[in-house]
């Protein structure tokens, strides 16, 4: 045989460099990997979807009661609008920090997207949906529009909310104080000025109409 048939013999011979062999030659000296920690975690895991089952809970929503069945993890931002199709609270940051869905939860303005809806549930919560009677709008609404508060419309319930709830608590603020009471809230449109405007005329005609609704 000639040196180069014996030195491709040899060649052959050669066990072939195997990424699935390195890996698991890595694994014998890993620790959790080579003592099947891993593995047997794994194959302990049940099939199926994990988490508790959805639950029955009622939500008083606009003073009218609404049962429904949803997931513990279920937010009050996704029971409004997949559940009851009330749609005016935005989901914008889903972190709570941009305030589109800000509702009104027991006298107070929150985001829903940080808040259960299971944890809702024996308080009032009210949604810009409910602000008025259909047909009409809210002196806040209405001061919105006089004082163009918005643009691309999409903050606008939450800002409206926020505003309802602190007008609730502060019906004759001065302009500092709304520019502190909405500072949860953010408007990509760059709108401030005109919802600062907005909030103070609403004060006013509520305060004259003694009442809520135009």
Not at 109 to 124: E, H, R
Not at 150 to 162: D, S
């Amino acid at each position: 045989m000639s040196t180069i048939n014996k030195r491709e013999g040899k060649e052959k011979a050669k066990p072939r460099f195997s990424r699935r062999g390195f890996l698991q030659g890595a694994g014998i000296g890993s620790g959790a990997i080579g003592t099947g920690l891993l593995e047997k975690n794994a194959q302990a895991a049940p099939a199926g979807v994990l988490g508790p089952d959805a639950v029955p809970i009622t939500l008083m929503v606009n003073g009218k009661p609404h049962k429904l069945t949803v997931e513990p993890r279920v937010t009050l931002l996704d029971a409004l609008r997949e559940k009851l199709n009330l749609t005016g609270a935005k989901r914008v940051c889903d972190r709570g920090t941009c305030g589109a869905c800000t509702v009104i939860l027991g006298g107070k303005a929150v985001y829903a997207c940080t808040v259960l809806a299971i944890d809702a549930q024996g308080k009032n919560i009210q949604t810009i949906e409910g602000l008025a009677p259909e047909g009409r709008l809210h002196p806040i609404s209405t001061a919105f529009v006089n004082n163009d508060g918005q643009q691309c419309g999409y903050c606008t319930p939450g800002m409206v909310m926020a505003a309802k709830a602190f007008l609730d608590r502060n019906p004759n603020p001065s302009l500092e104080q709304v520019y502190e009471g909405l500072a949860g809230n953010l408007c990509r449109c760059g709108t401030y000025m005109g919802v600062r405007k907005a909030v103070v005329e609403a004060a006013r005609t509520m305060r004259t109409k003694g009442g809520t609704h135009a």
